[in-house]
């Protein structure tokens, strides 16, 4: 069986690096011989989380066909938010927790979705079904996957089983979640060192909606208003990056993971469909989304929708 | 939770009948409140397999919208081979073995898809996992899928996983696999009393490739020649289905099902395509395809690769 790579999205966060880890260590249990690979550098959140327990940073790739012929996808599925030459290289296995859209393959494959928080509870899920017991570290980093994904079991994405996963993973990894958790996400609000156009990236997803295509960021902070004091240099940012990608409309969601709110920030057009999606009204290119937390379940179907 | 409609493809095989109705027991076992239905009525072999295991047909449907917001598809989910509503409904949870093509949602959902023979053989594993007991007449019937879909054990898809499926429903369902799996096979090998539109729409999927609309069939028989001395009527019907329903090309494939050998007829255009997928050249509008038996491993992935 020839080598196959394991990534999850392009702008990774940390179920993403993650995720790609846990499924390539199972994968390789089961006697696949498979590389686990990241699409970006790991953001301060991710450091941390490897710093923390001591794992190495995967190996950056750009392009995938120029090593291997088959893939393995976690954490997404929808091409534009993969590796740049994915039509270029079989798709063997998924395992992700997003809606599917823009993905299709030639052949029957491996595909396992489920609609809970983090793709690191369905693998630990995957770990329990094969009878592969999973080592202190790589527990830990997937219990920080979980912890990232649910905002500490906080986000409307979190179910039972992110739940039981997380306290299952924090025995293994022997660590106080809760303490634990805060820690984590507090290290990945650390924004006054990142520039504008670093803001606008590091959390960025692509999607397709109606013809347009579409960028939403999402930025975590303890505190809105010292990134809203940004906003005219994140919004030239945002129009520089749009201008260069070919985006049409550009949404930066900012989450205060304290108190599970979020503050809109938009560019671009068409805006009376953000504005009908969320039933709220643009003022000075903001809106405040109050609960709102999950690009994925709360702001990517109600966008849909208002495209169809 | 509102009630959810379980269904399999248009012009259903016996794992789109069995693995709804195995998927609904399952789902209403974990509090889903789910009816199996069907796309089309059983064919011959599936109701000698509803008749021998005593279990009801299921009813027929052509819309889903009308009675329901939500829907879980079972052994397909590319949507021009599902329900003809299929853009109204939200679609919760597929179950398939196929490939993923023209299908995509606004929200995760669970998706489960394994490169198996058959679906019955994924739900067995389901069934495993959640630790649900399959009762010896719903066990007769998964057994019934995974022999109509592996021809016995005998076509390339036929998978380790399908194996160890077929020997532990037989054991639940109390049956000798062999000797039943021939019985069955036969039983839907009655080709005389068919009409040649029935038999060029029994088995026939859909497909989207080069941009062209792509119809195949597949005829199980125990006599190729006695296809055959039917061609020119086969054609024919071939041809007005195809204007009737603006197919650019049509593929029957006839399988030898003692043998494992098929012949190919084609109808339409590009012809060209289709001899380069097979390596083959056609005479009389026929090629013969030593081996081949799975439309799905066999025939849709070369012929997509020459419309790339």
Redesign the interface.
């Known amino acids: 069986m020839s080598k196959e790579l394991v990534f999850g999205h392009q702008s990774p966060d940390t179920d993403a690096i993650v995720a790609a880890k846990a499924y390539s260590y199972l994968q390789n249990k089961l006697g696949y011989d498979t590389e686990a690979v990241a699409l970006g550098e790991p953001n301060e959140e991710t450091q941390f989380v490897l710093n923390y327990f001591d794992e190495p940073t995967p190996r950056v790739i750009t392009k995938a066909s120029d090593e291997v012929d088959s893939v393995m996808l976690v954490d997404h599925n929808e091409h534009q938010q993969s590796v740049s030459d994915i039509e270029d290289v079989t798709v063997t296995h998924v395992v992700d ?19 809970v928080g983090c793709t690191s509870t369905i693998l630990m899920k995957m770990f329990d ?1 094969y009878k592969i017991e999973i080592p202190a570290q790589l527990a830990g980093l997937m219990l920080s996957a979980i912890i990232s994904d649910t905002l500490l079991l906080k986000s409307p994405t979190t179910t039972d089983d992110d739940k039981a996963a997380v306290i299952a993973l924090a025995e293994i990894a022997d660590v106080d979640y809760k303490t634990y958790g805060l820690e984590e996400l507090k290290a990945g609000t650390n924004l006054s060192s990142k520039s504008e156009a670093e803001l606008i990236e590091q959390d960025a997803k692509s999607f397709e909606m109606g013809g347009k295509n579409i960028r939403i960021d999402q930025i975590n902070t303890v505190d809105l208003d010292e990134v809203f004091a940004r906003q005219d240099k994140l919004e030239a940012a945002m129009a520089a990056d749009a201008k260069e990608k070919g985006y049409d409309l550009f949404l930066v969601l900012v989450t205060n993971i304290l108190d599970s709110d979020s503050r809109l920030l938009v560019w671009g057009e068409p805006t009376d469909v953000v504005e009908k999606a969320f039933n709220t009204t643009l003022t000075n290119n903001t809106a405040s989304l109050p609960g709102v937390v999950s690009r ?2 709360q702001v ?2 109600p966008l ?2 208002q495209f169809k």
Do not use: C, G
Not at 97 to 115: C, D, G, K, M, V
């Open positions: 927790h997003h809606r599917i859209a823009n993905f299709s393959t030639s052949s029957p494959l491996f595909y396992r979705a489920e609609p079904e994925k379940k990517v179907p849909q929708d």
